[in-house]
């Protein structure tokens, strides 16, 4: 999802950037500072500094308070909505406002300090992203929430005995330094083939680009300003709203949170608006498309399914659980399951085959593309970009290495791992790497977590129920989207690299240091998560935390030991055609894309749709709302809107995100608030009347 939340913005500047390639002459390689296209003509007279002065102590000292915070919010985000936005373009404009006000203070303090170069500006934003992402990439998200008990029995399991495992901090940490640097090695071969040979444009990647080379000119320097000054008023909006709602919510269900908008009847089906200024900041960046399939997939079944088979218990179920597979959660898990697996088969086929018809067409216009000139841009950059190259040896050397390392001790950590099964993950990274990664350079989407999802249902079914399939299955697919998934986001950065100038060198070194803080950072908040703000609830289905991503791969895993047999009447005859409407809906996006139909518009997508299945449709109502104020605000200043709405949802996030901090701080004081907000129907207002009167009225 992140790569479709990001190829909106960056697909119009990836274009932009490949016009600037093509369109420079022979005049221009001799007189760059002539054509008014070449992007490196006005950084002619600036020769990026030596690797090492990229890579500098205020730089990493911003990367660690930067990568806190954003891996902070991105689990908030992943345990309320299960979706993650990519916070790439948000990272470079806050890294940039950090640094650049921090030099400028200095200055007029008198303190002699280096310029805030472009180089650095990548630098910082590559360590910040790459501690962050390991939050998501690195299981924080999925599969460790989906191996404990809150998980398990609501996703219907006994939550006993091999069913679930609990990891100490210790265990955490070890787990992710064993894993997280080996995505960092298998990256390092594929650049020049990506990058210089296939000349693959990641759009995520060449957006940033764009972005930091426009910041640190003098034009781009009034625009960053412009987009600082609306990140602080909407952060300091959402800060003070959210702590003006705390007040409200002095009891269970109190407050804002939980804002009847479309009546009672309703809000039993949890269609309700609770004021989030995050879940509209994430509607504000996601596509709407995605902000309408979460919507309608709510609707169709929380609106319409669930109220149909709560009507069959007795007949088709007996079982009353909510969260039993036996009972009504016995159609849900398999029925979101079918959707996910029927879009993952789709995706994965279709990005592989147009991935292929791509090799293969370059292979034969090789010689064609190796006589065409280059442009000014392109020789300075691919210069840089060889000068600095890792050795391909070194990175195999050290691929092989950690490999080694990890068969031997994550066993050591899951018994239920054998090192046969660790070694063949790592056996099959490398080459799926490559497609994950050539595909993302094509479209954006990493292709990790399908390879993921698929992992589970392998390894699962291998190791089997008795011996803990359910654990085994969740750690190969954790080990396969750590490996697979982050080599790909970290392709991204080195596109950015390339565009701006930036060494290898410091890229390597900046994504070791953002990787080693994402190694101690992200299990220390998924701790304090689960046993400070979560409170011993992280994942059960109807707390304000449910994890819907650990919730499917828990779902995934159980079906792969279990199978069948656990399953209500006729749940399976449901998930069929649930598998055949997500093959439909994607084969209907594409062909709709492909002949450019307006009804490519209105087909909704099937991994959003799928989401509300698990978790219900309790923030849809806020997105959605995010996404219309996005559609209304083009409609009235387009230039504006496009200056400035992922910056202004960057700060509705961030200022929300950053209440829990003082908020859970008054909680450890055990500081009440003073006043209960709720909404009672008539009735219920009757019944209390009724209940309270004789007390209010007694003589005192």
């Excluded at 890294?95 to 910082?124: D, M, Y």
């Excluded at 479309?262 to 269609?271: H, I, N, Q, T």
């Excluded at 698929?454 to 490996?483: K, T, Y």
Aim: glycine residues 8%; positive net charge; contains cysteine.
């Amino acid at each position: 999802m992140t790569g479709d939340m990001a190829g909106e913005v960056a697909g119009e500047q990836g274009h932009e950037l490949q016009e600037e390639d093509s369109c420079s002459s022979d005049k221009t390689k001799e007189h760059p500072e002539d054509d008014a296209s070449s992007v490196e003509a006005v950084f002619a007279g600036q020769p990026p500094p030596p690797w090492w002065r990229q890579v500098t102590v205020r730089s990493v000292a911003a990367s660690v308070v930067l990568g806190t915070v954003l891996s902070f919010m991105m689990m908030r985000l992943g345990y309320t909505t299960g979706l993650v936005p990519s916070f790439n373009m948000s990272a470079s404009l806050v890294s940039f406002f950090v640094i650049s006000s921090w030099t400028r203070l200095l200055r007029r303090l008198g303190v002699p300090t280096p310029a805030f170069t472009r180089q650095e500006n990548v630098v910082v934003q590559t360590c910040v992203i790459a501690c962050a992402t390991l939050s998501f990439y690195g299981g924080f998200m999925t599969s460790f929430p989906a191996m404990t008990e809150a998980v398990a029995k609501s996703g219907g399991g006994s939550g006993k005995g091999n069913d679930v495992y609990t990891l100490s901090t210790a265990k955490l940490i070890a787990y992710s330094f064993l894993t997280g640097f080996s995505s960092l090695f298998i990256t390092l071969p594929l650049t020049k083939v990506m990058i210089l040979d296939y000349k693959l444009l990641y759009p995520s990647g060449s957006a940033i680009a764009g972005l930091v080379n426009s910041f640190h000119t003098p034009k781009g320097a009034a625009t960053a300003k412009l987009q600082v000054a609306a990140l602080v008023r909407s952060l300091g909006g959402s800060f003070s709203w959210a702590m003006f709602q705390w007040f409200y919510t002095g009891g269970d269900g109190c407050g804002f949170q939980a804002f009847p908008l479309f009546g009672l009847d309703a809000y039993k089906k949890r269609f309700y608006f609770d004021f989030s200024p995050s879940l509209v900041g994430v509607g504000m960046i996601c596509p709407f498309m995605v902000n309408f399939s979460l919507l309608f997939g709510a609707v169709v079944s929380s609106g319409i399914l669930w109220p149909i088979l709560q009507g069959k218990q007795g007949t088709w179920y007996t079982d009353p659980s909510p969260s039993s597979l036996r009972g009504l959660n016995g159609y849900k898990v398999p029925m979101g399951i079918a959707l996910v697996l029927g879009d993952c088969l789709f995706q994965l086929t279709a990005i592989t085959i147009r991935a292929a018809r791509s090799f293969f067409h370059r292979r034969k216009d090789d010689d064609d593309a190796a006589a065409a000139s280059l442009s000014y841009d392109e020789r300075r950059r691919r210069h840089n970009f060889q000068s600095n190259q890792i050795p391909t040896s070194f990175a195999l050397a050290g691929y092989a290495v950690l490999a080694a390392i990890a068969t031997v001790f994550i066993p050591r950590i899951f018994p239920q791992m054998r090192f046969y099964h660790v070694a063949l993950c790592y056996a099959m990274a490398p080459l799926l790497a490559f497609c994950s990664s050539y595909a993302t350079g094509l479209t954006d989407w990493s292709l990790g977590t399908i390879y993921g999802k698929l992992a589970i249902f392998v390894f699962g079914a291998w190791v089997g129920e008795a011996s803990g399939g359910a654990i085994a299955g969740l750690v190969a697919g954790a080990i396969v989207v750590v490996v697979i998934g982050n080599s790909s986001e970290l392709m991204h950065d080195f596109k950015s690299a390339y565009l701006t100038l930036t060494s290898p060198l410091s890229m390597f070194t900046s994504q070791v240091i953002g990787t080693a803080l994402g190694c101690v950072i992200n299990p220390l908040l998924y701790l304090a998560y689960q046993k400070m703000l979560a409170k011993g609830h992280l994942g059960e289905a109807g707390s304000p935390y449910p994890a819907p991503m650990a919730m499917a791969y828990r779902g995934i895993a159980e079906i792969s030991v279990e199978g069948i047999k656990t399953l209500p009447k006729h749940s399976i005859m449901l998930c069929i055609p649930s598998f055949c409407v997500a093959l439909l809906l994607d084969s209907l996006a594409a062909i709709a894309a492909a002949n450019k139909w307006r009804a490519k518009d209105y087909i909704p997508n099937v991994m959003a749709m799928s989401i509300p299945i698990f978790i219900g449709p309790t923030f849809t109502i806020d997105m959605f709302l995010g996404s219309l104020m996005v559609v209304i605000w083009k409609r009235a200043d387009k230039q504006t809107a496009n200056l400035l709405y992922i910056v202004v949802a960057s700060g509705l996030i961030c200022g929300d995100g950053l209440w829990a901090v003082p908020s859970s701080l008054l909680a450890m004081f055990q500081v009440q608030p003073p006043i209960c907000m709720k909404f009672l129907s008539t009735f219920e207002l009757d019944q209390m009347q009724q209940h309270f009167t004789p007390y209010l009225t007694a003589p005192r």
